[in-house]
């Protein structure tokens, strides 16, 4: 299983960019995706995620900004982040998950995602 994150960037506060994460290997149908990001000096957090069903799952810190969505004829899954902040900086990683279903508290945990892309960075700045 392969992904591959882009669209990452350098953007000023209150613009948007939006991350793609093409995957490959694996049925992509079939499974959750999901978005995680890690600031320097700080752990790895959930940001989003989408069920094979099509739930949505957001963390606190980017719900009402960012949208994730999956196109499974592309195989591809995206994440649509509007009203930037600097505290949205952070290299961005996609993964899919062991399973297409689940709870919020399932698709929030890292320990649920077996395969994860190379990571892309987001610069926010002021």
């Known amino acids: 299983v392969q992904l591959q994150a882009f669209g990452g960037g350098l953007v000023q506060a209150g613009g948007y960019l939006r991350l793609s994460c093409a995957a490959s290997g694996r049925t992509f149908s079939r499974y959750g995706m999901g978005w995680f990001r890690q600031a320097p000096g700080k752990e790895r957090d959930f940001v989003a995620a989408i069920s094979s069903g099509g739930s949505t799952y957001y963390s606190d810190s980017v719900k009402g900004r960012f949208t994730i969505s999956r196109e499974n004829a592309k195989n591809t899954v995206y994440l649509q982040m509007n009203s930037l902040k600097p505290e949205d900086t952070a290299v961005y990683y996609c993964?899919?998950?062991?399973?297409?279903?689940?709870?919020?508290?399932?698709?929030?945990?890292?320990?649920?995602?077996?395969?994860w892309g190379q990571g892309t960075l987001v610069t926010v700045s002021s």
């Open positions: 993964a899919t998950s062991r399973s297409g279903y689940g709870n919020r508290s399932y698709f929030t945990e890292s320990i649920t995602y077996p395969y």
